[in-house]
């Protein structure tokens, strides 16, 4: 899989200490973005799901959060690097720019499965005209924190 970055205690990108892994790639490329370097699947370094989750476990204390780029453009590796976070009894959020109703209509399996093991989405593209600097965990107004529970009966429809 691609990776931009791995980042350690970050506290912006979800509750509490958390190990970020910036996937590349991402087929949104919103006005605004703080990270437009993600877009191109050729601007990461290519990582293996062992290599990944060996540096997830390097933090012990901290969970973590999957953002990008957009994880859901490499939804197979992020899927099977999930289960390896959940295998570690930690916390996962991802961050997409799709829609929850996006994914559900029009993803793939892999992306569906990914919803399965996530414990927070943050949903929705960044829009500019939207963006709210106090926002908890988002960047502007129509993103959503969605819990494992919202996920799950969302998806059982």
């Not at 691609?2 to 919103?30: Q, W, Y």
């Not at 370097?37 to 901290?62: H, K, L, V, Y």
């Not at 859901?72 to 991802?94: C, D, H, P």
Request: glycine share 8%; net charge negative; charged share 25%.
């Amino acid at each position: 899989m691609k990776m931009m970055n791995i980042i350690h205690d970050s506290v912006v990108d979800g509750e509490g200490l958390r190990t970020v892994l910036f996937f590349a790639g991402c087929p949104h490329h919103c006005r605004g973005c703080h990270n437009p370097q993600s877009w191109r699947m050729t601007n990461g370094t290519e990582m293996t799901i062992a290599e990944a989750a060996d540096e997830i476990a390097s933090n012990p204390i901290s969970d973590v959060t999957f953002s990008g780029g957009d994880p859901f453009a490499q939804a197979e590796e992020a899927y099977l690097l999930a289960r390896e976070v959940k295998r570690m009894g930690k916390n996962l959020w991802v961050y997409t720019g799709y829609t929850l109703e996006q994914l559900l209509e029009h993803g793939t399996a892999e992306q569906r499965l990914l919803l399965e093991e996530c414990d927070m989405l943050v949903d929705g593209p960044f829009v500019l005209a939207e963006r709210d600097i106090t926002l908890a965990f988002r960047g502007s107004w129509n993103q959503r924190l969605l819990s494992k529970a919202v996920l799950m009966d969302a998806i059982r429809g």
